[in-house]
């Protein structure tokens, strides 16, 4: 059998091989890369290997793919049909043409004598003087291929860098920042791309210091490199040309802010008259939407200071993030016969948004547990509340959840609930003004929100939610949030007589029904360096999540549910999680990415276990994708059909998740990945699932293990994702029998069923 797949295999090569030959125009051949010899001098110390990868960064163009020899998409861009060049395709044809196809490089494109040239001077741009690189080409059948035989010499380093000063406080700044801080060091080897980058990081640099008309095309550099012993030297200075104006520093004159520019005005205004003067500012707002307040708090610089373009982005960035304005624009203008104080008027053009707007959302799902629900939600924004770009958002919704497995019939639930939250965007703390002018404007937050879900047959739950909380940034990385205030209170009612009955068989279930308040605070701090293509990104998040502290100080609480407030009892609880990601770029574009997640929650005194809504869940699209949600854990316990209809959450008070995967990108949209997921959930007291789900010092050998493959199609705004999941081993076995790898059997309709979990989700997993 696998003899006839390899011939198979083979005729289709040497098919796709005769018929790209056919495809060829007349003349032509299809270039199939290059080789680049190296002679070097004995003293280069670089390798071979080295210089080639080196050598080969200024070869243009690149070839075509191949596979086993044969340029495979090249037979599909002909298969498929060449587009027409006096006509924009669209449609199948040419969805498909970029997706497997690829355009030809023929031999008419290959200029070997003209790429050799380039060579050289990319060598001589990196300190390789000297270097001599001649190029051909070599003809094989319908191929071509180009040979590049390069004589290296040494590389040249940087002996000494002297500025040329004429002792202004131009050149002096220059100099000092240079000097101490300078990308261009003494014995570096010697680089041109060096120079451009210390143009542009000093020409940054000026702009911090007041410096606005400066520009990088200022600065020169000349290079001496006939001191001898392969040595350079180099002499920086400003050009004779350099306009008067960017010799100077300049300070802020006027800032003027006009709050309601249309995108249609033909003309800046730049007129202060009719404007108001607060903490320094111009403010032309005429319709009276905005309170100056908002503009001194945002606006990060104040006249008399040297500009800055640090001040300055860091400006635009708060006005953007407002959300109150649609379109930013600013202006720098020169102060007319200032004389020697060489200032600037600053005007700011800003584009309010709507400020009131009403939007509907329609959501269907599925869950792993045979469930199938929908809800819908109404939201209602005001932009500017308090005519301080405060966002005031009222949503209300509704949804039901209807179950088709045959163990949990007739367990059907909905909810309506709704919520009012509003955004301001500063510190919003009674009776202080707190000074802040950090790039990233602060939010603080205030929700109140109520819930009310109906579990079919069984009971009725009122949840009430208050939460008052900080978030800041410090930097694009880095995020905080403090909520010194996030309260809840659930009571549950209507709690009917077969729930009851069942409660006598299982006392545990009673718990879903107690009225319990959570009196909480939380702290969370986030790093994330993913941005960009990055070869190494990292996700951290830490959070401490606390209750009913103060509460049981004051009350004495020593028992489970033993003190109360307001007559219900208070949770207390301390609650740590960590949260990791690791993502490293490996060639080809492929991806290794790598999550650790760690829970620990302490209950204590006044509870037994966590609230409900603060367990841990395990398994299911995010989490072990070879179990579904509700049915592992915690511990070796294994969830029944009448867990699952009575307990809302099955979760637990420990968490210990770990995931890896390969992900591997077939076309710039469509993705794959091969991944295998490990961990489980574990109580603190056996009052819920007994022994089996306590945590133990043998926890690692309850550990679930899965794995898989999946697929992932990036529709540009969201990422659809595919995962299907088999468990490796299953904690709630015997021990001894909980690797299941030897049970596998694909023919088998039961063991299918069972074991193979399809999980369909938007976004990656982490």
């Not at 020697?340 to 792993?368: I, M």
Request: with cysteine; net charge positive.
């Amino acid at each position: 059998m696998k003899k006839k797949y390899f011939i198979a295999f083979f005729l289709i090569v040497a098919a796709t091989s005769c018929s790209v030959r056919r495809f060829l125009p007349a003349g032509e051949k299809l270039y199939k890369g290059s080789t680049v010899i190296v002679q070097k001098d004995p003293g280069v110390k670089n390798t071979n290997k080295q210089l080639k990868k080196h050598l080969k960064l200024a070869i243009t163009p690149r070839r075509n793919k191949f596979l086993l020899g044969q340029p495979y998409k090249v037979w599909w861009w002909y298969v498929i049909g060449e587009p027409d060049p006096e006509k924009t395709e669209k449609g199948l044809r040419s969805f498909l043409r970029k997706k497997l196809g690829e355009a030809p490089v023929l031999s008419s494109r290959i200029n070997a004598p003209v790429t050799a040239e380039n060579m050289q001077a990319f060598m001589e741009n990196t300190g390789y003087f000297h270097t001599r690189v001649q190029g051909d080409t070599v003809n094989s059948g319908y191929f071509t291929k180009a040979v590049y035989t390069a004589q290296v010499q040494p590389q040249y380093h940087i002996k000494s860098i002297t500025w040329v000063s004429d002792s202004s406080a131009l050149l002096k700044t220059l100099e000092e920042r240079q000097k101490s801080r300078g990308i261009l060091k003494v014995g570096a080897p010697y680089q041109l791309s060096d120079i451009s980058a210390e143009r542009d990081q000093l020409d940054l640099y000026l702009k911090t210091r007041g410096y606005y008309y400066f520009n990088p095309d200022y600065l020169m550099a000349y290079a001496d490199s006939t001191v001898g012993n392969r040595q350079v030297e180099l002499y920086l200075n400003v050009k004779k040309t350099i306009p008067e104006a960017a010799k100077y520093p300049y300070r802020i004159n006027n800032i003027t802010v006009f709050p309601n520019y249309s995108l249609v005005s033909k003309q800046l205004d730049t007129s202060i008259v009719g404007a108001i003067k607060y903490d320094g500012l111009y403010i032309k707002d005429s319709a009276k939407k905005f309170r100056p307040r908002l503009f001194a708090q945002t606006i990060t610089y104040r006249p008399g200071r040297l500009y800055s373009s640090r001040s300055q982005n860091s400006t635009l960035n708060r006005l953007i993030n407002l959300g109150a304005f649609k379109f930013v624009k600013n202006r720098f203008e020169a102060v007319q016969d200032s004389g020697d104080l060489h200032r600037l008027n600053v005007y700011y053009y800003l584009t309010p948004a709507k400020k009131k707007s009403f939007q509907g959302e329609l959501d269907a799902y599925t869950k792993e547990n045979n469930s199938l629900g929908a809800q819908l939600s109404v939201n209602w924004k005001n932009r500017n509340l308090f005519h301080g770009a405060e966002l005031l958002t009222i949503k209300a919704y509704t949804g039901f959840e209807v179950s088709i497995a045959d163990s949990l019939r007739n367990n059907n639930s909905y909810r309506i609930g709704g919520e009012a939250s509003i955004k301001f965007p500063r510190y919003a703390v009674p009776f202080l003004h707190i000074k802040e002018n950090n790039f990233y404007p602060p939010n603080t937050n205030l929700l109140l929100g109520y819930e009310l879900y109906r579990k079919q047959l069984y009971y009725t739950k009122n949840l009430f939610r208050l939460q008052y909380d900080f978030t800041w940034k410090t930097n694009i990385r880095t995020e905080y949030t403090v909520a010194p205030l996030a309260i809840s209170y659930l009571n549950a009612s209507s709690i009917t007589d077969s729930f009851y009955r069942q409660a006598l068989v299982t006392p545990a279930i009673l718990l879903n029904v107690y009225s319990e308040a959570i009196l909480g605070s939380y702290f969370s701090y986030t790093y994330n360096n993913g941005l960009g293509r990055k070869k190494n990104k990292l996700y951290f998040n830490a959070s401490v999540d606390l209750s009913g502290n103060i509460a049981g100080l004051v009350t004495g609480a020593k028992r489970f549910r033993e003190k109360t407030i307001f007559n219900t009892p208070f949770a207390q609880y301390v609650k740590t999680d960590f949260d990791l990601h690791y993502t490293r770029s490996l060639p080809n574009k492929w991806d290794w990415a790598s999550r650790l997640q760690l829970g620990i929650g302490m209950p204590y005194s006044n509870s037994a276990l966590l609230p409900f809504a603060k367990q841990y869940i395990i398994g299911g699209s995010s989490s072990i994708r070879g179990f579904r949600v509700r049915n592992l854990g915690p511990g070796t316990y294994k969830p029944t059909a009448e867990d699952q209809r009575f307990f809302q959450i099955i979760g637990g008070d420990y968490k210990f998740l770990v995931n890896s995967e390969i992900r591997i990108p077939f076309t710039p949209s469509i993705g794959g990945a091969v991944f295998i997921d490990a961990g489980n959930i574990w109580t603190k007291d056996t009052l819920l699932f007994g022994p089996a789900g306590k945590l133990t010092k043998n926890w690692y050998k309850e550990l679930a293990v899965a794995g898989g493959i999946g697929l992932r199609y990036d529709a540009k705004v969201l990422i659809i994702r595919a995962d299907l999941g088999i468990p490796f081993r299953k904690p709630y076995l015997p021990d001894g029998q909980r690797w299941v790898l030897n049970k596998v059997d694909f023919g088998s309709r039961s063991w299918r069923r069972e074991n193979l979990i399809l999980n369909i989700a938007l976004g990656l997993p982490f």
